[in-house]
């Protein structure tokens, strides 16, 4: 493939916040109720994040992909006066909800959503994403102007990728995120990262959200090659070894400090929005 588009001067910034597994016994910064998520996405945007990614949980805690519940959080979100991009999740908690279920939050037309191209080993569990349901999620995104975070968990991801835009399923602008250090997917090493840029289409996008104690080594080797970098909780708990972050908007903020000493500027809603290409999108 062809290299894709030289260093940008700006950096995307995305904070995951919630995710589908993490606990507040974990660690108790962790936001579970739309409340809490709304305030961390607020505090992240406020720390330098352009972009969060959003999962939702019900009143027990479990992952759900409930409209209504993401609809709150992004009505929260935006009454507050707040324009971060608000990316959400079709992830389901590998095999906690329906194909179904997991379509669901597309209908309100978020910026972005979660576009997991392949099936993984995930932990104990098998994170399933047919062929079917990818043609049927891209249909959809389209449908709702929505743009898809493909979310690559090893190389294979990427050629799924490849041929679904080949077939005109996924169109252009791209912007791919390589979830590297998930167990039974690519390992978070920058042999791996690097391999996985290269195989991108010309003019690609591109982020990296690394697992745990790789967080950080991966993000800062991602925006020395021009990429963009994706934090917080979702996938790493800790801000250094044996100590807990004290907030999603912590993490944020490190990363902001470490792209000013690299000289790469943080892009805002609207500068990603226009690099992106991404009108801002309503639900109805």
């Known amino acids: 493939m062809s290299a894709p588009l030289p260093v940008p001067d700006t950096l995307i910034l995305s904070a995951a916040t919630t995710g589908s597994w993490t606990t507040k016994a974990q660690n108790p910064a962790v936001p579970i109720f739309e409340?809490?998520?709304?305030?961390?996405?607020?505090?992240?945007?406020?720390?330098?994040?352009?972009?969060?990614?959003?999962?939702?949980?019900?009143?027990a805690g479990k992952v759900t992909c409930d409209p209504k519940r993401y609809a709150r959080v992004r009505e929260m979100v935006e009454r507050a006066g707040c324009d971060v991009i608000i990316n959400m999740s079709t992830g389901g908690g590998a095999g906690q909800t329906t194909d179904a279920q997991r379509m669901e939050p597309v209908s309100l037309s978020p910026e972005i959503a979660s576009f997991d191209c392949g099936s993984v080993n995930f932990g104990e569990g098998v994170f399933i994403n047919s062929p079917l349901f990818l043609d049927e999620l891209a249909r959809r995104m389209s449908h709702y102007g929505v743009l898809p975070e493909i979310e690559c968990f090893e190389a294979g991801h990427v050629q799924n990728a490849?041929?679904?835009?080949?077939?005109?399923?996924?169109?252009?602008?791209?912007?791919?995120?390589?979830?590297l250090g998930v167990r039974g997917g690519a390992p978070a090493n920058i042999k791996q990262l690097v391999h996985l840029v290269e195989m991108l289409p010309p003019g690609a996008h591109w982020s990296v959200c690394a697992i745990g104690r790789a967080q950080l080594p991966l993000d800062v080797a991602a925006m020395a090659m021009g990429g963009h970098a994706r934090t917080g909780l979702e996938d790493n708990l800790f801000y250094r070894k044996g100590e807990l972050a004290e907030s999603n908007a912590q993490l944020v903020a490190r990363l902001a400090r470490i792209a000013a000493e690299l000289g790469r500027p943080l892009a805002t809603p609207d500068q990603t929005r226009a690099l992106l290409g991404l009108p801002r999108q309503r639900a109805g």
Not at 38 to 54: L, Y
């Open 162 to 179: 490849l041929r679904l835009i080949e077939a005109g399923k996924l169109q252009p602008p791209f912007w791919f995120q390589f979830v």
């Open 35 to 59: 409340e809490e998520i709304a305030a961390a996405a607020i505090a992240c945007h406020s720390a330098g994040a352009a972009i969060v990614h959003i999962h939702v949980r019900d009143d």
